[in-house]
């Protein structure tokens, strides 16, 4: 053992490495297709209740769209746009952007909209708003944000797409009137995006599907 030239344990080691190195990368390879089709099933489960009531046959994820910085959505970073299809006629897009003056941060929404301007479903998909203040917002903890159902720029106006307390028509949440605030303004300005884009939105081409990275931000 003691006269085993160094070369020889060098080449050992070296082969050692490189069996090591093609199980790494065969493993990979043989998870990676799974984990995609794992995580493109979590999200399009995660986007039916934005979509409540509405007929479409598209899956969801494969019409991706990212819209990056500058942009005229809630949000500092990219947002995201499902387009979503019936028999390949536009019905409605989900967007994914951030109301940012939440109370503790920003706050993920997903907003859907079908194609006449009114809202299919809202949803919370990240906070770090105050539990048992902010996080009302949760469908788990209150119907709060079911009120967005069905409601456009002509229901209300405009100039009343606010909460109450502030003179507007949507309720809020007792002691805690700065994260309702957020949410109503995003979803706004998500309306208001939606209404002047609506178009161009459905024209543009999609990612390219096998980019699954999901982390834009
Ligand atoms: C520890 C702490 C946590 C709070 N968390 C929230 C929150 O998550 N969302 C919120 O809107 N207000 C939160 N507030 C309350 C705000 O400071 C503010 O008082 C409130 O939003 C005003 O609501 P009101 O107009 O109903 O009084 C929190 C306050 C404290 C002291």
């Given at each position: 053992m003691t006269d085993r030239p160094v070369w020889k344990s060098g080449v050992t080691l070296a082969v050692i490495a490189a069996i090591?190195?093609?199980l790494v990368a065969l493993t990979f390879q043989l998870t990676a297709?799974?984990?995609?089709?794992?995580?493109?099933?979590?999200?399009?489960?995660?986007?039916?209740?934005?979509?409540?009531?509405?007929?479409?046959?598209?899956?969801?994820t494969e019409s991706r769209l990212t819209i990056p910085q500058p942009h005229e959505l809630p949000g500092t970073e990219s947002a995201i746009v499902y387009r979503v299809y019936?028999?390949?006629?536009?019905?409605?897009a989900l967007f994914v952007v951030s109301a940012r003056d939440g109370y503790a941060g920003?706050?993920?929404?997903?907003?859907?909209v079908a194609m006449d301007g009114s809202i299919t479903g809202v949803r919370v998909l990240e906070h770090r708003e105050t539990p048992g203040l902010g996080d009302r917002v949760e469908t788990t903890k209150s119907?709060?944000?079911l009120q967005f159902?069905?409601?456009?720029?002509?229901?209300?106006?405009?100039g009343n797409w606010k909460i109450r307390g502030d003179g507007g028509s949507f309720d809020q949440l007792t002691g805690a009137?700065?994260?309702?605030?957020?949410?109503?303004?995003?979803?706004?300005?998500?309306?208001?995006?939606?209404?002047?884009?609506?178009?161009?939105?459905f024209t543009a081409p999609a990612d390219p599907v096998d980019d699954d990275s999901g982390d834009e931000d």
């Open positions: 090591c190195t093609a297709q799974r984990i995609t089709d794992n995580e493109k099933a979590f999200l399009e489960r995660n986007l039916q209740p934005a979509l409540a009531g509405l007929f479409f046959d598209s899956p969801v019936a028999s390949e006629e536009p019905v409605a920003p706050i993920r929404l997903l907003i859907g119907d709060w944000i159902d069905g409601r456009s720029l002509r229901d209300p106006e405009p009137s700065i994260t309702p605030r957020a949410i109503v303004k995003a979803v706004k300005a998500t309306l208001t995006y939606f209404a002047a884009n609506r178009d161009a939105l």
